[in-house]
């Protein structure tokens, strides 16, 4: 079979084979597939075509599965993944003429798994676009499960639900955290960068004060690297629940579930002197963060890498610690528009599941505290289960602990009436976060 030449279509195609197949990430999964796309504009549609189909595809699925009388579970993944990118176009996209998406998208099956499942498909595409719209309209809204809506109802009320899910007219946004030793001038290569592409712009962040969004500008690797280390991708929302930890030079912290340890970069950059514990379950996420931020933070900073698994105990850490991050497992219910995937993956016994997962490693945090120092408990989710449920339950089994209201000044932001802070799209743009800051008295 003849290779099919890289489309837009095809990188989308195949960016989602990956997600149903391998359960990956959608956007390194893209990412890997648009490398292989020069022009701005086919990447800028690839993007499109991928997002807008999972965060459709309830929708997408039942104008699909009414011509597959065998059910879509059965379809070979790369075909169902042509036909979903395909109906997406059909049902949503009115630029987009009903021949290129039908036509296309038996082309790339034929290319990659031959001439009979490509029949199929243009089949059942065929009688996809005899119903569709006159005039297709591109959705507003994610679609999700009605228990996900639920618990987003619960958690921050009916406008902050239909915040998260609202669909951005743009791609994902790209945010950057200027490092501050070097910020005046990576502001101005910014800005100059972006001048010289067509359409690009720069935006400040809202709520942290380092947070810099470029759009229009491409591949934001090659900034990065005129940068040089200037500036690191990292959401504007995570830089803001670093930014709560209020982090003093001489310190001494644990950055609990520190991941690829963006937070442990921003952490490290605050202090300029001290040290940090970074850790995680993940020996992968640990190499990573040893690669990329362990030597390049500041040198009066020591990082120290453990592999624990907190939800079972907590190995080595000794305390006190002046301050603990726990920036805890949890759904990821903030990040639905980002990740629309999730929405697939999640079912309604997670939230519960992980909320007792998440109570249960900050209670074998808090006696690594000491005596004045701070806990700072967040979730990139808004239910209620995982935010204010956690902290009623920690307060009231330790004594010790009391719920910080005060301001941060590096926050522009302030905790809402019951102490809690609630970052989201309500509020600069951000993914949704529910963060506690609790004193040891």
Same mark, same amino acid.
């Given at each position: 079979?003849?290779s099919?030449?890289?489309?837009?279509?095809?990188?989308?195609?195949?960016?989602?084979?990956?997600?149903a197949k391998?359960?990956?990430w *959608? #956007?390194?999964s893209?990412?890997?597939?648009l $490398?292989? !796309?020069?022009?701005r504009? @086919? =990447? /800028?549609?690839? &993007?499109? +075509?991928?997002?807008?189909?999972l965060r459709?595809?309830?929708?997408?699925d039942?104008?699909?599965?009414?011509?597959?009388?065998?059910?879509?579970?059965?379809?070979?993944?790369l075909?169902?993944?042509?036909?979903?990118?395909?109906?997406?176009?059909l049902?949503?996209?009115?630029?987009?003429?009903?021949?290129?998406?039908?036509?296309q998208?038996?082309?790339i099956?034929?290319?990659a798994?031959?001439?009979?499942?490509a029949?199929?498909?243009n089949?059942?595409?065929?009688r996809?676009?005899?119903?569709?719209?006159?005039?297709?309209v591109?959705?507003?809204r994610?679609?999700?499960?009605p228990?996900?809506?639920?618990?987003?109802?619960?958690?921050?009320?009916?406008?902050?639900?239909?915040a998260? *899910? #609202?669909?951005?007219?743009?791609?994902?946004? $790209?945010? !950057?955290?200027?490092?501050? @030793? =070097? /910020?005046?001038? &990576?502001? +101005?290569?910014?800005?100059?960068?972006?001048?010289?592409?067509?359409?690009?712009?720069?935006?400040?962040g809202?709520?942290?004060?380092?947070?810099?969004?470029?759009?229009?500008?491409?591949?934001?690797?090659?900034?990065?690297?005129?940068?040089?280390?200037?500036?690191?991708?990292?959401?504007?929302?995570?830089q803001?629940?670093?930014?709560?930890?209020?982090?003093?030079?001489?310190?001494?912290?644990?950055?609990?579930?520190a991941?690829?340890?963006?937070?442990t970069w921003?952490?490290?950059d605050?202090?300029?002197?001290?040290s940090?514990?970074?850790?995680?379950?993940?020996?992968?996420?640990?190499?990573?963060?040893?690669?990329?931020?362990g030597?390049?933070?500041?040198?009066?900073?020591?990082?120290?890498?453990?592999?624990?698994?907190?939800?079972?105990?907590?190995g080595?850490?000794?305390?006190?610690?002046?301050?603990v991050l726990?920036?805890?497992?949890?759904?990821?219910?903030?990040?639905?528009?980002r990740?629309?995937?999730?929405a697939?993956?999640?079912?309604?016994?997670d939230?519960?599941?992980?909320?007792?997962?998440?109570?249960?490693?900050?209670?074998?945090?808090?006696?690594?505290?000491?005596?004045?120092?701070?806990?700072?408990?967040?979730?990139?989710?808004?239910?209620?289960?995982?935010?204010?449920?956690?902290?009623?339950?920690?307060?009231?089994?330790?004594?010790?602990?009391?719920?910080?209201?005060?301001?941060?000044?590096?926050?522009?932001?302030e905790?809402?009436?019951?102490g809690?802070?609630?970052?989201?799209?309500?509020?600069?743009?951000?993914?949704?976060?529910?963060?506690a800051?609790?004193?040891?008295?």
């Amino acid at each position: 079979m003849a290779s099919e030449p890289p489309t837009a279509r095809g990188a989308a195609v195949r960016a989602l084979v990956r997600v149903a197949k391998d359960d990956a990430w *959608l #956007a390194p999964s893209l990412d890997a597939e648009l $490398t292989d !796309l020069p022009d701005r504009r @086919d =990447r /800028a549609f690839a &993007t499109e +075509l991928a997002y807008g189909t999972l965060r459709s595809v309830r929708s997408i699925d039942r104008a699909v599965a009414a011509h597959v009388p065998r059910g879509l579970a059965k379809v070979e993944p790369l075909a169902l993944a042509a036909l979903r990118v395909a109906a997406y176009q059909l049902l949503c996209l009115a630029r987009v003429p009903p021949s290129a998406a039908v036509n296309q998208s038996v082309s790339i099956v034929r290319s990659a798994r031959g001439v009979g499942l490509a029949r199929f498909v243009n089949a059942v595409l065929r009688r996809v676009a005899e119903q569709a719209p006159a005039e297709p309209v591109r959705p507003t809204r994610l679609e999700v499960e009605p228990w996900i809506e639920r618990a987003l109802v619960d958690g921050v009320g009916e406008a902050g639900a239909e915040a998260l *899910l #609202a669909i951005p007219t743009a791609g994902p946004p $790209t945010c !950057l955290r200027v490092r501050p @030793d =070097r /910020a005046q001038e &990576t502001r +101005l290569a910014i800005a100059r960068y972006a001048e010289g592409i067509e359409g690009a712009a720069v935006a400040a962040g809202v709520v942290a004060p380092d947070a810099i969004l470029p759009s229009g500008i491409g591949d934001v690797r090659r900034l990065l690297a005129l940068l040089d280390g200037g500036a690191v991708v990292q959401e504007e929302g995570a830089q803001a629940i670093g930014e709560l930890v209020d982090v003093r030079a001489q310190e001494r912290v644990l950055d609990a579930c520190a991941g690829r340890g963006g937070k442990t970069w921003l952490l490290a950059d605050r202090m300029r002197e001290g040290s940090i514990d970074a850790v995680d379950v993940y020996p992968t996420k640990l190499d990573r963060l040893d690669r990329d931020v362990g030597a390049r933070v500041p040198k009066g900073v020591t990082v120290r890498t453990l592999g624990i698994d907190l939800s079972v105990g907590t190995g080595a850490l000794a305390g006190p610690y002046d301050r603990v991050l726990l920036d805890a497992p949890c759904t990821g219910l903030g990040t639905l528009v980002r990740r629309p995937e999730l929405a697939l993956r999640r079912q309604p016994e997670d939230v519960e599941r992980l909320a007792a997962i998440e109570l249960a490693i900050a209670r074998r945090l808090v006696p690594l505290v000491r005596e004045g120092g701070l806990f700072v408990y967040a979730v990139c989710s808004p239910t209620r289960a995982e935010g204010r449920d956690v902290i009623d339950r920690l307060l009231a089994e330790e004594p010790s602990l009391a719920l910080d209201r005060e301001p941060v000044a590096r926050v522009r932001a302030e905790p809402d009436a019951d102490g809690l802070w609630r970052f989201g799209p309500w509020r600069g743009g951000t993914d949704a976060y529910t963060a506690a800051r609790l004193r040891k008295r």
